[in-house]
Antibody, heavy 120, light 108 residues
Framework: EVQLVESGGGLVKPGGSLRLSCAAS????????MNWVRQAPGKGLEWVSS????????YYADSVKGRFTISRDNAKNSLYLQMNSLRAEDTAVYYC?????????????WGQGTLVTVSS | EIVMTQSPATLSVSPGERATLSCRAS??????LAWYQQKPGQAPRLLIY???TRATGIPARFSGSGSGTEFTLTISSLQSEDFAVYYC??????????FGGGTKVEIK
């Protein structure tokens, strides 16, 4: 069974940093591109970042470029999101999600999400 | 950026009735369109990809159609477990993926 489990969320002050993790199991993690998607409270979904299976290709939404860094450790079956210079508008539930079959495919599995709250 | 617009924002439907949800893209996305279902407190679930292909395990009462800029998700006979928020997503302009604002399907 495919499982994605996020962790690392919490309350952080504006300008602060946080590192999210996503532990994957039930599939060959190193074969899939992975993504972070966020959802502000009561709002819709926003794609944040993508990373290819071997980390060769990395992409960011304009809203987080220069502040967030996506990475992965295929030996540990883990995906990460380093978030720096956090702003109030970064407050959201952050989901990790797997590309269905190839980079740019829809997201066929999602984690349960981890809440990040940016507030003084 | 491709803007995805969903309508209506809220759809009130009685159990057993048909629900029709719309999604419009600001420019052509070919058939690179997916639909997701999200229930309160849960992660989204992939329903449809390629505009009309049901994902694994999705019941046949869910169907998708359209191409280019106009897309439709139809739920043929609403069950209690179908009341949720539905999002469309374009992946034609990868990696700049964008979602619609969502349609909430509520019990009438």
């Amino acid at each position: 069974e495919v499982q994605l489990v996020e962790s690392g969320g919490g309350l952080v002050k504006p300008g602060g940093s946080l590192r999210l993790s996503c532990a994957a199991s039930g599939f060959t993690f190193s074969s899939y591109s992975m993504n972070w998607v966020r959802q502000a409270p009561g709002k819709g979904l926003e794609w944040v970042s993508s990373i290819s299976s071997s980390s060769s290709y990395i992409y960011y939404a304009d809203s987080v470029k220069g502040r967030f860094t996506i990475s992965r450790d295929n030996a540990k079956n883990s995906l990460y999101l380093q978030m720096n210079s956090l702003r109030a508008e970064d407050t959201a539930v952050y989901y990790c999600a797997r590309d269905q079959s190839k980079p740019g495919a829809p997201f066929d599995y999602w984690g349960q999400g981890t809440l990040v709250t940016v507030s003084s | 950026e491709i803007v995805m617009t969903q309508s209506p924002a809220t759809l009130s439907v009685s159990p057993g009735e048909r629900a029709t949800l719309s999604c419009r893209a600001s420019q052509s996305v070919s058939s690179n369109l997916a639909w997701y279902q999200q229930k309160p407190g849960q992660a989204p679930r992939l329903l449809i990809y390629g505009a009309s292909t049901r994902a694994t395990g999705i019941p046949a009462r869910f169907s998708g159609s359209g191409s280019g800029t106009e897309f439709t998700l139809t739920i043929s006979s609403l069950q209690s477990e179908d009341f949720a928020v539905y999002y469309c997503q374009q992946y034609n302009n990868w990696p700049k993926l964008t979602f619609g604002g969502g349609t909430k399907v509520e019990i009438k």
